[in-house]
């Protein structure tokens, strides 16, 4: 038992797919899987377990930003013995070849969080995805005409942040696509753990032009995403 996701051993799948918003979950859970069980209620932070094409899978919430996401994780890894992690979220694109909607696959995470610094000191270790995910969802994303880039994001601790300006100049100066606030802890923590992880993210803003897609819309895109995020993950 764990103190955040509050469940049996064995009610939740090897395989988890993680948006930030707990309302995601309960709607991935309603409109993918079948069976589906509600294993977690603490703080509002739903998890569900079901069944996708007779694979079993989870569904878990995890809040918005590296510390609330790495509870989630690590009790999911830790006490759940969850093996594969795929984040399924949203960010704000850096860069005109990722335009509003479009997927990003995510091959790496730079950060201005302090909490590699504060685990490693000085080693700067680089935060990438598992490669054979990496490979199958470019492979299903190619395969289902999807508009999509693979590229690197900026996983940010502030959404409101002074020195926004100085930051995105040098994301943008190394080729970075995006920004979004969990990725380098979810791979940073596989790397320790020794798990598979992947983050996908739909395109819901613009920090070039400041547009954002509209609420009623954002759905759409998201699901294509959670269907390129199990398809890759049970390789259908
Ligand atoms: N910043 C950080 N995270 C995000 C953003 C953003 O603009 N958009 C979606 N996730």
Known sequence: MSIHIVSEEGSIAETVLLPGDPLRAKHIAQTYLTDVVCYNEI???????????????SVQGTGM??????IYAQELIDTFKVKRLVRVGTCGTLNERLRLK????????DCDSGMNPSRFGSYQYAPVASFPLLQKAY???????????VGNVFTTDQFYDTKHADKLAVACSVGTLAVDMETCELY???????????TLLTVSDSLLTHEQVPPEERQNT??????LALST????
């Open 102 to 109: 479009d997927v990003l696959i995510v091959q790496a995470a």
């Open 139 to 149: 492979r299903h994303a190619v395969e289902s005409s999807l508009a999509f880039a």
């Open 65 to 70: 930003g590296m510390p609330s996401f790495s």
């Open 188 to 198: 940073t923590l596989a790397h320790l753990k020794q798990v598979e992880a992947l």
């Open 233 to 236: 993950l049970f390789d259908e």
């Open 43 to 57: 703080r509002g932070m739903y998890g569900f377990t079901g069944s996708w094409h007779g694979n079993r899978v």
């Open 222 to 227: 998201f699901n294509a995403m959670v269907g």
